[in-house]
T-cell receptor
Framework: RKEVEQDPGPFNVPEGATVAFNCTYS??????FFWYRQDCRKEPKLLMS???SGNEDGRFTAQLNRASQYISLLIRDSKLSDSATYLC???????????FGAGTQVVVTP | GAVVSQHPSRVICKSGTSVKIECRSL??????MFWYRQFPKQSLMLMAT?????????EQGVEKDKFLINHASLTLSTLTVTSAHPEDSSFYIC?????????????FGPGTRLTVT
């Protein structure tokens, strides 16, 4: 079983619609969680940190469910510029060795 | 947020040569830097953890004699791919973690695309 699993997608989303997707992790002791965004042939950029039960940043909402060991990302009012691969990243301990999911591709269409 | 730079952004080299990639934290001190490799349509794979002033810790399956890492200062880590072969062609990305407790966020450099011919 992979340490971090994501639905690869693609999720094809009409502009203005809402899209949500999950990520599951295997280590129940994991301490912190992140969503990164990666555009094609570019480096990952931190989108949101998810430290507690969840948080919201503008159109983006991340939630953490420790009991079921998953985090989710919801994007409201999708923009064309939201098209990217969203990486679920888990920090299983305090040493900083992150575990990456393979990414969920989102394609926002006009 | 914190800024991490990498140089070069793209390099093409012949098989058997060595390539050095630099990773710099521009506006913060990074006691720990990480080196990743990403093949097309795959996730980032951690190669090694680089700590300032000490030897790097390599992940299982990564040859330390092939991928030489030097973290000589709090703002610079280098990765040297020695005797590169076509199978080493990949996207190499470094990241840096800010100094201090409780900060697990990592900031990534823009990556170096290596092509070995």
């Amino acid at each position: 079983r992979k340490e971090v699993e994501q639905d690869p997608g693609p999720f094809n989303v009409p502009e203005g619609a809402t899209v949500a997707f999950n990520c599951t992790y295997s280590n129940s002791a994991s301490q912190s969680f992140f969503w990164y965004r990666q555009d094609c042939r570019k480096e990952p950029k931190l989108l949101m940190s998810v430290y507690s039960s969840g948080n919201e940043d503008g159109r983006f909402t991340a939630q953490l469910n420790r009991a079921s060991q998953y985090i989710s990302l919801l994007i409201r009012d999708s923009k064309l510029s939201d098209s990217a691969t969203y990486l679920c990243v888990v920090n299983p301990n305090s040493w900083g060795k992150l575990q990456f999911g393979a990414g969920t591709q989102v394609v926002v269409t006009p | 947020g914190a800024v991490v730079s990498q140089h070069p952004s793209r390099v093409i080299c012949k098989s058997g040569t060595s390539v050095k990639i630099e990773c710099r934290s521009l506006d913060f001190q990074a006691t720990t830097m990480f080196w990743y490799r990403q093949f097309p349509k795959q996730s980032l794979m951690l190669m090694a953890t680089s700590n300032e002033g000490s030897k790097a810790t390599y992940e299982q399956g990564v040859e330390k004699d092939k991928f030489l890492i030097n973290h000589a200062s709090l703002t610079l880590s280098t990765l040297t791919v020695t005797s590169a072969h076509p199978e080493d062609s990949s996207f190499y990305i470094c990241s840096a973690r800010t100094h201090g407790t409780g900060s697990y966020e990592q900031y990534f450099g823009p990556g170096t695309r290596l092509t070995v011919t």
